[in-house]
């Protein structure tokens, strides 16, 4: 089927009204856990081929979250999508107000390759809780992924309710001229400024989920071994390919040398291998060659090896960095942590503040005031005190970048209203109007006006 086909029978299927039937929704998200539990081997297999990324780390990083997803919409469905009685202000009496959440109708998910599975999956499972229809578009960088997505939705939903179209820039770029009622995009700023152009020739809302340099900040009042351990699995987590890793770290200058030591013997103790269980490779060629031009050789504290047959790049620590660095430039969605170091906090946080807004923050301290700093001057998406990443395990929290990190959040009652517009409803009595407000006018109207608003 020609995908334009697809769209144009996804527009007519969700005029039938049938996508906004509670019993539906549920019927769909069920049977969806149902094929994702049926073919988990598939999927393990498929992201093994693509990036080596072992069982533990899908089931960990990608399988439960989507099936907690589904487990949350289940549950969560009726009240969701029962309207919202609101109070009624004085000047609209004698009358009831309320707030019907609707389905926005026809999505297109753009999905990204670092974790396929959960974020092609996650988004289009809140888009079918709130009633739409839904085209996924998966990355094409992780071809096996997609194709796995594509054979278990393809060959068994009905293409007029929720579709997988595989393709790379072309197909997307083809996809974007259409008319859709929201585009969700996750990937990277760069063609997030492209999505956000195409879909304002139609109008079309956008959630952008996007990346950035998310920092990590290590005081003097910090569990230093807490610190280390959590930063060392949070940043080699899929090779560092994660968009709300810690992308660098700064580190009161009193405690650089002990902090670096404890970093050293978790990195040595995690065993990071080429084809280790805990390790996954570089995507591609063109990511590893980038990821090794930001090696600066003479700033490595630890690591620096790497392998390009087996697109394998030790986790590596640079020290004595800059800020006009090249490392410091760009994200860097790999297994390289450079670290800075500070004397004062709050010098530290208004540099960072000289940067774009990140997806993530995180500090490591017990400092009240410091963490009270924290919240309140730096701006981003979301973060963690005393740890890093695990903020997105809460799905009572809304998930999303702030300014150049994106537009939008998702992830539990967010997601659901991300698919949704809320419509408002005043529903009037037909009896007991004042006529203050009909013409013809007069200066006792707008004396009792002004004192009823
Ligand atoms: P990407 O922007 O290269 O690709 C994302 C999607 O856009 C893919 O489906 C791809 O096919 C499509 N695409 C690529 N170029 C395009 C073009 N010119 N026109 C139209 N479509 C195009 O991103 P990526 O490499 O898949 O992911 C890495 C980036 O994504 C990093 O910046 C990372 O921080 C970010 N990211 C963000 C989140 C989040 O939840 N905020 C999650 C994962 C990754």
Redesign the pocket.
Known sequence: MEIQEVILSQKEFFKTQQTKNLKFRKMYLEKLKGLIIKNENLLYEAIYKDFGKSKFDTFTTEISFILNDIDYYLKNLKSLSKPKKIRTNLANQIGKSRIHPEPLGNILV??????PYQ?SFSPVIAALAAGNCCIL?????AENTMKAMSKIINEHFPPEYLYVYE???D???EL?KLKFDKIF????????K??YK?AAENLTPVAL????KSPAIITKDAHLEVAAKRIVWGKFLNAG????APDYLLVEESVQEQFLETLRSYIKEFSYQPDAEQYTKI?NQS?FERLIRLIDKNKIYFGGKFDKEKLYIEPTVLTNINWSDEVMRE?I?GPILPVLSFKNFNLALNEVLELEKP?AAYLFTNNSEEKENFTNKLSF?GGCINDVIMHLGNDNLP???VGN??IGNYHGRFGFETFSHQKSILEKATWGEPNIKYPPYSENKLKWIKRFL
């Open positions: 753009i999905g990204a390759w670092n974790y974020l578009k998966p990355s094409e960088i393709g790379g820039i197909e997307t770029t974007l995009f996750t990937g990277s700023t760069k063609v997030g492209i999505v195409a989920e996007l990346g950035g390919q994660t968009c709300v995507i990511n994200e969605f997806l998406g998930f999303g970048g990190s994106g």
